[in-house]
Nanobody, 118 residues
Framework: QVALVESGGGLVQAGGSLRLSCAASGSIFSFNVMGWYRQAPGKQRELVATITSGGFANYADSVKGRFTVSRDNAKITVDLQMNSLKPEDTAVYYC????????????WGQGTQVTVSS
C-alpha cells in the first residue's frame, strides 16, 4: 500500500504565498514523477507542476514564474511553493506520484484546499 499525504493548504489573500508539502509512505522506494494537480469547483482536474526524479520540472502556463515544485528523493517528498497567489488559484490541490514500469502506475493524495481571497 502506498499513501500520499498533503499538508500546507489554507486561506491566503491575493498576492500572498503558501507552501504545500506531500509525503509518501508505504511500500515504495521511489517515484519516476511527482507533482501537483488541482481542481476548482465545476472544473476538471488540471496539471499544476510535475518534477522527475532527475529534477526536470514542468509547469502549467498559468503558474509559471509564480510556483516552484521541488522534491527530495531520499525522503520521498514533493513540495509546491506558491507565490503571488491569485483568486483563480483557488482549488483543491492533489499530490500526484507515478511509477513507470512499462505503463504508469499513478497515485493520488486526498487533496488539500487552497483558497485565495481578493
Amino acid at each position: 500500500q502506498v499513501a500520499l499525504v498533503e499538508s500546507g493548504g489554507g486561506l491566503v489573500q491575493a498576492g500572498g504565498s503558501l507552501r504545500l508539502s506531500c509525503a509518501a509512505s508505504g511500500s515504495i522506494f521511489s517515484f519516476n514523477v511527482m507533482g501537483w494537480y488541482r481542481q476548482a469547483p465545476g472544473k476538471q482536474r488540471e496539471l499544476v507542476a510535475t518534477i522527475t526524479s532527475g529534477g526536470f520540472a514542468n509547469y502549467a502556463d498559468s503558474v509559471k514564474g509564480r510556483f516552484t515544485v521541488s522534491r527530495d528523493n531520499a525522503k520521498i517528498t514533493v513540495d509546491l511553493q506558491m507565490n503571488s497567489l491569485k483568486p483563480e488559484d483557488t482549488a483543491v490541490y492533489y499530490c500526484y506520484a507515478a511509477v513507470v514500469r512499462g505503463r504508469s502506475y499513478d497515485y493520488w493524495g486526498q487533496g488539500t484546499q487552497v483558497t485565495v481571497s481578493s
